[in-house]
């Protein structure tokens, strides 16, 4: 069998998993679940190689994909790009390539207040273990170490974190959940045990907004996630953590019917965080993106003309040249959120057909 027969049996499986995945989840008649978390890399192999050996994700499907369809969902006239699907725990990240055309570089000079920043945290079992591999991978620090959230802020007390960069710069983090906080799965009957895992499943991606309240009217009001938590944080540990002198963040939690959540990071303080760089695409590696699974991904892109969101394309894209076979799932809309952060609404493979005037067709 061919390495490209390999690629498309992945992902002909990816495919009928996203499929079934979205069968079981009845909470979506009335929400979206986060099926993945996507970012842009320079170099998939690079890319695959650090996060399936350094931080214990499986790939799941492999595929390239081009054409009008994809060009017009991605907002890349010309684009193919290699489509590297891994998974950790019960979570999904998409690594994306552009072959052609290449997009800028990461800018080097980000800071974790600037709004195109965002991130997926990482969940552990034992912070020590974790860092002590990431410092034997040789990985670049954001934070100067890991950081004990303290006890005076209730819903955070004794969460470890720590905030580190991939190959490309991305940054990511690392975070230990305590007895009694965050999700009952994050925690071990054995933490740190011989033998057990390490690396477990992704908890959150996090974005930096201007303004909850406006976020909120694009997150909340019209992509149908529910607000699940928030909290204000700020101290020596939050400075050092988001490497931000003076960091007072408001943090605002958003879920949906299943996946990672969304969090919202406003930066009461220091308030010099730069906006997105202008023109920037899908194809520059700055660029991440949330794909939320929907049962109509034209209601879905209706809903933002409402909101404070913007389109990337044109409505909904029915992808029938290949392309919905090859990434598992059948039509998409591709959005931004008020500060430029990138939304894809997918619609999975086998969903019955609708019409909306938003839809564009071949």
Same mark, same amino acid.
Request: proline residues 7%.
């Given at each position: 069998?061919?390495?490209?027969?390999?690629?498309?049996?992945?992902?002909?499986?990816?495919?009928?998993?996203?499929?079934?995945?979205?069968?079981?989840?009845?909470?979506?008649? *009335?929400?979206?679940?986060?099926?993945?978390?996507?970012?842009?890399?320079?170099?998939?192999?690079?890319?695959?190689?650090?996060?399936?050996?350094?931080?214990?994700?499986?790939?799941?499907? =492999?595929?390239? &994909?081009?054409?009008?369809?994809?060009?017009?969902?991605?907002?890349?006239?010309?684009?193919?790009?290699?489509?590297?699907?891994?998974?950790?725990?019960?979570?999904?990240?998409?690594?994306?390539?552009?072959?052609?055309?290449?997009? #800028?570089?990461?800018?080097?000079?980000?800071?974790?207040?600037?709004?195109?920043?965002?991130?997926?945290?990482? &969940?552990?079992?034992?912070?020590?273990?974790?860092?002590?591999?990431?410092?034997?991978?040789?990985?670049?620090?954001?934070?100067?170490?890991?950081?004990?959230?303290?006890?005076?802020?209730?819903?955070?007390?004794?969460?470890?974190?720590?905030?580190? #960069?991939?190959?490309?710069?991305?940054?990511?983090?690392?975070?230990?959940?305590?007895?009694?906080?965050? /999700?009952?799965?994050?925690?071990?009957?054995?933490?740190?045990?011989?033998?057990?895992?390490?690396?477990?499943?992704?908890?959150?991606?996090?974005?930096?907004?201007?303004?909850?309240?406006?976020?909120?009217?694009?997150?909340?009001?019209?992509?149908?996630? $529910?607000?699940?938590?928030?909290?204000?944080?700020?101290?020596?540990?939050? $400075? #050092?953590?988001?490497?931000?002198?003076?960091?007072?963040?408001?943090?605002?939690?958003?879920?949906?019917?299943?996946?990672?959540?969304?969090?919202?990071?406003?930066?009461?303080?220091?308030?010099?965080? #730069?906006?997105?760089?202008?023109?920037?695409?899908?194809? /520059?590696?700055?660029?991440?993106?949330?794909?939320?699974?929907?049962?109509?991904?034209?209601?879905?892109? =209706?809903?933002?003309?409402?909101?404070?969101?913007?389109? &990337? *394309?044109?409505?909904?894209?029915?992808?029938?040249?290949?392309?919905?076979?090859?990434?598992?799932?059948?039509?998409?809309?591709?959005?931004?959120?008020?500060?430029?952060?990138? &939304?894809?609404?997918? $619609?999975?493979?086998? *969903?019955?057909?609708?019409?909306? $005037?938003?839809?564009?067709?071949?």
């Amino acid at each position: 069998m061919s390495g490209r027969q390999r690629s498309r049996g992945l992902a002909a499986a990816a495919a009928l998993l996203a499929a079934v995945l979205l069968a079981a989840l009845p909470a979506l008649a *009335s929400g979206p679940a986060v099926a993945a978390v996507g970012l842009t890399v320079a170099d998939a192999d690079r890319a695959v190689a650090f996060y399936t050996g350094v931080l214990a994700f499986e790939r799941v499907s =492999d595929v390239e &994909v081009a054409g009008p369809e994809f060009e017009r969902l991605s907002g890349v006239f010309g684009a193919r790009a290699r489509v590297v699907t891994l998974r950790l725990g019960d979570e999904r990240l998409e690594l994306t390539q552009y072959l052609a055309p290449a997009g #800028r570089a990461f800018p080097e000079d980000t800071r974790a207040n600037d709004r195109w920043f965002q991130h997926v945290a990482i &969940v552990v079992s034992d912070m020590a273990r974790a860092y002590a591999e990431l410092r034997r991978a040789g990985v670049r620090h954001a934070s100067p170490g890991p950081q004990r959230l303290p006890d005076w802020n209730a819903g955070a007390a004794g969460i470890e974190a720590f905030y580190f #960069r991939d190959p490309d710069g991305h940054f990511l983090e690392l975070i230990h959940f305590p007895p009694g906080k965050g /999700d009952p799965r994050w925690q071990t009957t054995a933490p740190g045990s011989p033998g057990g895992p390490l690396f477990l499943g992704l908890d959150h991606t996090a974005i930096v907004v201007a303004d909850t309240e406006q976020s909120l009217r694009f997150w909340r009001d019209a992509a149908g996630l $529910e607000v699940r938590g928030g909290s204000e944080n700020h101290g020596p540990e939050q $400075e #050092r953590l988001n490497n931000v002198f003076g960091a007072r963040l408001r943090i605002t939690t958003l879920r949906g019917a299943a996946g990672p959540g969304v969090e919202l990071l406003e930066y009461l303080a220091p308030r010099d965080g #730069r906006p997105r760089p202008a023109g920037a695409r899908a194809n /520059d590696l700055l660029y991440w993106q949330t794909r939320l699974a929907v049962p109509d991904a034209a209601r879905a892109a =209706d809903a933002v003309r409402g909101s404070p969101g913007t389109w &990337v *394309s044109p409505g909904a894209i029915a992808l029938t040249d290949g392309t919905g076979r090859d990434l598992g799932y059948a039509r998409a809309a591709h959005v931004a959120d008020p500060d430029g952060h990138a &939304v894809l609404f997918s $619609e999975a493979s086998g *969903s019955e057909a609708r019409t909306s $005037e938003s839809e564009v067709t071949r």
